[in-house]
Structures are given as structure tokens and as C-alpha cells.
């Protein structure tokens, strides 16, 4: 039986060191589509190797970027992957079995994430199992959640499946740092627009909360020092969270007082 064609859908920013694992994993999908945000590396043209469906527009948001992404796709089937993912074999070759034998009563197709990092396989804590829903219907499903952690909501029943969706995570500690600023600072102006106020409560207990979840409930302590890292750098990025949180509501007191004060 001929089976339902697949858009695979990656989103691309000065992703040069690996975008072409990525591509190269994708080759099983009908078509290849990436949405650029505007790349000053060789991302746009290491992608042209792959397809001709490239586009470059600016950045809008993950949500909003992922749903552009979506719209994009001429498949009725979509698979969302990230620059620094790639699709195992045996996931795969699960998808395709999933296809040729017939998937009627599915929208969705969910399947666990894991994480090279610092040189190994994280197998353990908060990043493993990390369960993402990527492939699903286009006309059932959309990008949600609040930024900057976009989800995919489909209306339907999905299925899981064990093969691995590989993610080649932070170049090291550096970038790591790098990016939970960024997350942070997105999570807390999205709480204060959404009407969330900062609460102590908040920046004293979470953190080690968070810790303790990772590192001892959820196993970390079990990948060794890399676990600890990681329990560690989570807890700071929930501590940043709300402390940035704090930041915006005395930033807005500062503006109403300066802009009362003006004659």
C-alpha cells in the first residue's frame, strides 16, 4: 500500500555545525521544508543541499515560528525536528512501519527525546525520558504552550514509540548558560504579560525543589558528575526565572514613576 506522505519541518538559525546531521536523518520524509530566521553562517546553504524549500524570514517566537513552519509543509503528515536533532534509525524505521501498515486511527505520534551532552548519553533525571509528540497531522495539530517551550496539541489519539530522537544539546558549559539567560528571560517577561507576580515563595523554594527532583527522585546522580550538572543548572535557570520575574514588575514600577514624574 502507498504510504501517507511526510513534510519534515526544521527550524534553522546559524545552525552550521549541525544541520547536516539533521538533514541527512530526514532523508526517509517525501519533502524537506526549513524555515531560516535570517542565518549570517553556511545554515542556508548546507540546507540547499537537501531541498529547495528554503525560506528565511524573521524571528516571531517559537510558537509562532513552528506554526509558520507548519503552514509551510504541503504533506498532510508533519514531522517537527530542531537543527540539533536527529532521527535515530530505529525511530525511523518505526515511523516508516507505522506508515506502510496502516496508522488511520492516529494523529499523532509521540516519541522519547535523549540528550548527548558533555560527551555522553544522558540516560537519567529530568532529561530522560523526555517525551516529545513531533509527527502529526496537519490539519489536526498545532504549536502551543508558552514560550519559549512550544508543544504540539493535537486533537485525536496519539501513539508512542521507543525509538530515540537523538538531540546534540549545548556545545558546552558556556552555551548552556547562554541559552537557560535567554529561556529564562523570555519564561518571566511571558509570566508578567500573563498577569503572574513575582512571589518569594517562589525564588527561595523552587530551585532546590527542582534540584532535589532531578538529581535524587528522577535519577541524575546515576549519570555522575554530568547528572549533577545538570540538576545544578536547571535549579539556577527556575532561580532566574523568578528572579527575572521580580526584575520586570521593578522595571514597571521605575516606568509608572518616570513617566509620573515627567512634566
Not at 549541525?18 to 532523508?27: D, F, Q, T, V
Not at 503528515?77 to 535515530?88: H, P, Y
Not at 514509540?161 to 547562554?178: A, E, M, N, P, S
Not at 532535589?212 to 527556575?238: C, H, N, P, Q, S
Request: net charge positive; glycine share 6%.
Amino acid at each position: 500500500m502507498n504510504r501517507p506522505k511526510i513534510s519534515a519541518c526544521v527550524m534553522t538559525f546559524n545552525e552550521e555545525s549541525n544541520i547536516r546531521r539533521c538533514l541527512e536523518s530526514l532523508a526517509f520524509c517525501d519533502e524537506i521544508v526549513v524555515l531560516d530566521s535570517l542565518s549570517t553562517d553556511r545554515t542556508v546553504e548546507i540546507c540547499r543541499e537537501f531541498t529547495d524549500k528554503v525560506f528565511q524570514e524573521p524571528w516571531k517566537g517559537y510558537i509562532a515560528q513552528r506554526n509558520r513552519l507548519r503552514a509551510l509543509a504541503t504533506h498532510d503528515w508533519v514531522l517537527f525536528l530542531d537543527a540539533d536533532e536527529e532521527v535515530s534509525p530505529v525511530l525511523r524505521d518505526q515511523i516508516l512501519y507505522q506508515f506502510r501498515t496502516g496508522n488511520e486511527k492516529y494523529v499523532g505520534y509521540e516519541f522519547p527525546r535523549q540528550v548527548f551532552y558533555l560527551g555522553k548519553w544522558i540516560r537519567h533525571g529530568e532529561w530522560n525520558p523526555d517525551i516529545k509528540l513531533r509527527l502529526f497531522l496537519k490539519d489536526k495539530g498545532y504549536s502551543g504552550g508558552q514560550e519559549p517551550h512550544d508543544m504540539v496539541i493535537v486533537e485525536g489519539p496519539v501513539k508512542t514509540l521507543t525509538g530515540k530522537l537523538w538531540h546534540y544539546t549545548y556545545r558546552d558549559l558556556t552555551h548552556h548558560i547562554q541559552v537557560i539567560n535567554r529561556f529564562s528571560t523570555i519564561s518571566a517577561q511571558e509570566m508578567y504579560r500573563s498577569g503572574r507576580r513575582f512571589r518569594l515563595m517562589d525564588l527561595l523554594f523552587r530551585p532546590p525543589l527542582r534540584f532535589l527532583k532531578g538529581y535524587l527522585i528522577k535519577g541524575g546522580f546515576r549519570d555522575g558528575l554530568r547528572g549533577y550538572i545538570i540538576a545544578v543548572t536547571i535549579a539556577y535557570g527556575v532561580a532566574m526565572k523568578y528572579a527575572k520575574l521580580w526584575e520586570c514588575e521593578w522595571e514597571a514600577i521605575i516606568d509608572r514613576e518616570t513617566r509620573s514624574d515627567s512634566p
